[in-house]
């Protein structure tokens, strides 16, 4: 009996003593992705703040909220009142501010290799412009205002020329970013 107890209870010390086992592959997928690059400077420019701005910019001379008939059988036509009208401009005015977060996430390069200039203070600026432009769209959209977003239009493309001119648009080589 004494022998059958020592072996249970060395059977206990060795299981407990085991090395931990490894955590389900949920648990750790369920932490969420890791804030990296996937695509370079101008792909994340031309991909959402462009489409989103061209939205914006529209409401100068179309109304969102004016009725549209979806001609044709294109996605867009088809899913026009879905996420269309000012659903469209308010969405088109976080993805501005969201823009803002991720290009400032460390990694990510230039379309010419370089490695965007997080730690220049014109592109901090500029990166906390396109959030404010954003929230200011995103205001003027929800309150369905077109005189204001005809002036939020200009806040919109200032904040986008702050980067341009520095980064995008400048002659010297050595200080393009795009």
């Known amino acids: 009996m004494r022998k059958m107890v020592l072996v249970v209870l060395g059977s206990v010390f060795a299981i407990g003593c085991a090395a931990p086992s490894q955590p389900p592959a949920e648990s750790a997928a369920s932490a969420g992705p890791t804030p990296k690059p996937y695509g370079n400077l101008a792909q994340v420019m031309q991909g959402?703040?462009?489409?989103?701005?061209?939205?914006?910019?529209?409401?100068?001379?179309?109304?969102?909220?004016?009725?549209?008939?979806?001609?044709?059988?294109?996605?867009?036509?088809?899913?026009?009142?879905?996420?269309?009208?000012?659903t469209a401009v308010e969405n088109a005015a976080l993805a501005l501010s969201e823009t803002a977060n991720l290009i400032m996430i460390p990694g990510r390069l230039c379309k010419n290799g370089r490695p965007v200039p997080l730690d220049q203070d014109v592109f901090k600026k500029a990166a906390q412009g396109l959030a404010d432009a954003g929230q200011a769209a995103l205001k003027a959209a929800q309150a369905k205002n077109l005189d204001a977003m005809v002036e939020v239009s200009g806040t919109v493309s200032d904040a986008c020329a702050a980067c341009h001119e520095k980064y995008r648009d400048t002659p010297d080589e050595k200080d393009r970013c795009m």
């Open 48 to 86: 959402i703040p462009f489409p989103a701005s061209n939205l914006i910019f529209d409401t100068q001379s179309s109304d969102p909220g004016a009725a549209k008939t979806a001609d044709g059988a294109n996605a867009t036509a088809q899913y026009s009142g879905v996420y269309g009208g000012w």
